[in-house]
């Protein structure tokens, strides 16, 4: 399996410096965060995305994918979203990043990261049949730009299962899936349980640590109680050869420690827990 971590880990930092942290670190690829808040986001222009697709073949890192922050089971029009969608489909496409991250965002529970004007008493199926609607709608661009929409493990559709339920009707090999550990954890799914939800539809797994489910601060990888080990012994005995990527949440937790001081440590652990799961 290759190794990445995501820029959510260092808010900010210009990409020329990413990079030079992947390098040194022994990282495969890196997954940005599209936000305006980064350098690399669906606003900057032409020159700016030709600079940052060189930089990465330069440095010989692989841009992963671009986590944005389209809501697909959110209420509402679907033009807004299919417009977002489909401006983070053409950027993924500039850079040659075969991903992009859409959240559910069926409803809200207070995470930055997820849709704070949805309706927790919305019906699942409506939020479902959103969901599958817009996917479908945007899997034949995201198929014409080389590029897979995966549907994140979080908020309304926090487990393997509840993604598995959006994706089967979809049915479209441009749209699949993202697992991210800490979710499926924090929804009660066992690691196998997930796996053989989204193994169909599996793009890349997002590993992270934390102290409890009362206590979601990033922690160094093996230093927090999620079953790392298990979700890598669960996908290499699954015969799957995909992406891990580290997602260090610094940028809710300003109290954490720096990304970059832990970054080969993480790097060790995740060689260690492939080796033993070999």
């Given at each position: 399996?290759k190794?990445?971590?995501?820029?959510?880990?260092?808010?900010?930092l210009?990409l020329?410096?990413?990079?030079?942290?992947?390098?040194?670190?022994g990282y495969?690829?890196?997954?940005l965060?599209?936000?305006?808040?980064?350098?690399?986001?669906?606003?900057?222009?032409p020159?700016?995305?030709?600079?940052?697709?060189?930089?990465?073949?330069?440095?010989?890192?692989e841009?992963?994918?671009?986590?944005?922050?389209?809501?697909?089971?959110?209420?509402?029009?679907?033009t807004?979203v299919?417009?977002?969608?489909r401006a983070?489909?053409?950027?993924?496409?500039?850079?040659g990043?075969?991903?992009?991250?859409?959240f559910?965002?069926g409803?809200?529970?207070?995470?930055?990261?997820?849709?704070?004007?949805?309706?927790?008493?919305?019906?699942?199926?409506?939020?479902?049949?959103?969901?599958?609607?817009?996917?479908?709608?945007?899997?034949?661009?995201?198929?014409?730009a080389g590029?897979r929409?995966?549907?994140?493990?979080?908020d309304?559709?926090?487990?393997?299962?509840?993604?598995?339920?959006?994706?089967?009707?979809?049915?479209?090999?441009?749209?699949?899936?993202?697992?991210?550990?800490?979710?499926?954890?924090?929804?009660?799914?066992?690691?196998?349980?997930?796996?053989?939800?989204?193994?169909p539809?599996?793009?890349?797994?997002q590993v992270?640590d934390?102290?409890?489910?009362?206590?979601?601060?990033?922690?160094?990888?093996?230093?927090?109680?999620?079953?790392?080990?298990e979700?890598v012994?669960?996908?290499?005995?699954?015969?799957?050869?995909?992406?891990?990527?580290?997602?260090?949440?610094?940028?809710w937790?300003?109290?954490?420690a720096?990304?970059?001081d832990?970054?080969?440590?993480?790097?060790?652990?995740?060689?260690?827990?492939?080796?033993?799961?070999?």
């Amino acid at each position: 399996m290759k190794l990445a971590f995501s820029t959510l880990g260092v808010p900010g930092l210009p990409l020329s410096d990413v990079l030079t942290l992947a390098t040194r670190h022994g990282y495969h690829g890196v997954e940005l965060r599209a936000h305006p808040e980064e350098p690399v986001h669906p606003g900057i222009g032409p020159a700016e995305r030709t600079a940052a697709r060189t930089a990465f073949e330069d440095a010989g890192i692989e841009p992963l994918g671009l986590a944005g922050y389209v809501r697909v089971a959110a209420p509402g029009d679907d033009t807004p979203v299919l417009d977002e969608l489909r401006a983070l489909v053409d950027l993924a496409r500039d850079l040659g990043a075969p991903h992009v991250r859409v959240f559910p965002g069926g409803d809200p529970d207070g995470d930055p990261d997820r849709d704070p004007d949805g309706d927790p008493d919305r019906d699942p199926a409506e939020a479902d049949a959103a969901a599958v609607r817009r996917l479908t709608e945007g899997a034949a661009h995201a198929a014409d730009a080389g590029v897979r929409i995966l549907l994140e493990t979080h908020d309304s559709h926090r487990t393997g299962a509840a993604v598995a339920r959006v994706l089967g009707p979809v049915h479209q090999r441009s749209v699949g899936a993202l697992w991210d550990v800490m979710h499926t954890w924090l929804g009660g799914e066992q690691p196998a349980q997930t796996f053989a939800a989204l193994a169909p539809h599996l793009g890349y797994v997002q590993v992270k640590d934390i102290a409890s489910a009362d206590d979601t601060t990033p922690l160094p990888l093996g230093a927090g109680i999620l079953p790392l080990g298990e979700c890598v012994e669960v996908l290499t005995r699954g015969g799957w050869d995909g992406w891990l990527c580290w997602e260090y949440e610094k940028r809710w937790y300003e109290a954490a420690a720096p990304l970059p001081d832990l970054l080969a440590a993480g790097r060790d652990h995740l060689g260690r827990l492939l080796h033993d799961a070999a």
